[in-house]
């Protein structure tokens, strides 16, 4: 199956820092990407929808300007946690589809856990 | 919207025992219906999917998951538990034409030896 890579796969930063998350088809092109993010025991919460070239839709409650999100190719799209606090500390995962895919297949990265200290 | 239930945060089943996870879903059209498996911070991955075709969907691992229309469900199952079976799983659902795919709360299977 498609690969997508996730980079890094653990980061801790202090209250105030910004963490840019990265996320990557490895072997395909990836017109959408997907960020999610994971509590503790708790399923995946949409975050935001990337499309390449254009602007993330983001989920409602989601504050636009804390989670970057910047799908500038087919290959690759960033999420950035600005000005982050400890209650941004979470599991960030990202998945890709690609335009040959079977509809609604996703391929997921392996997860970023983030702490803020 | 789609939406995805599963109704058991906990499923224990004795190594060799058969296993089920419970899924129902809702949707306004019809369904694509997916499984995935994570294990401790890792990411997901995918178990098996229902498009169209056969209700009985088989996939990876020995894991296959029944789709029943009438009682929009998605139940996954194996015939014999393993161990190495123990980790989180999730079904998901994706309406056609719909763009993002909408997760359970997810099921923890502990299989015991």
């Known amino acids: 199956g498609a690969v997508v890579s996730q980079h890094p796969s653990r980061v801790i930063c202090k209250s105030g820092t910004s963490v840019k998350i990265e996320c990557r088809s490895l072997d395909f092109q990836a017109t959408t990407m997907f960020w999610y993010r994971q509590f503790p025991k708790k399923s995946l919460m949409l975050m935001a929808t990337s499309n390449e070239g254009s602007k993330a839709t983001y989920e409602q409650g989601v504050e636009k300007d804390k989670f970057l999100i910047n799908h500038a190719s087919l290959t690759l799209s960033t999420l950035t946690v600005t000005s982050a606090h400890p209650e941004d500390s979470s599991f960030y995962i990202c998945?890709?589809?690609?335009?040959?895919?079977?509809?609604?297949?996703?391929?997921f990265g392996e997860g970023s856990r983030l702490t803020v200290l | 919207a789609q939406s995805v239930a599963q109704p058991e945060d906990q499923v224990n089943v004795a190594e060799g025992n058969p296993l089920t996870v419970k899924c129902t879903y809702s949707?306004?059209?019809?369904?694509?219906l997916f499984w995935y498996v994570q294990y401790p911070n890792r990411g997901l991955q995918f178990l098996l999917k229902y498009i169209t075709g056969d209700n009985l969907v088989k996939g990876s691992y020995g894991f296959e998951a029944e789709f029943n229309k009438s009682q929009t469900s998605f139940h996954l199952k194996k015939p014999s538990a393993l161990v190495s079976d123990s980790a989180l799983y999730f079904c998901a659902v994706r309406e056609y034409d719909n763009n993002d795919m909408r997760f359970g709360a997810g099921t923890r299977l502990t299989v015991k030896p």
């Open positions: 998945s890709a589809r690609s335009g040959t895919s079977v509809p609604g297949e996703l391929f």
């Open positions: 949707v306004s059209g019809n369904p694509y």
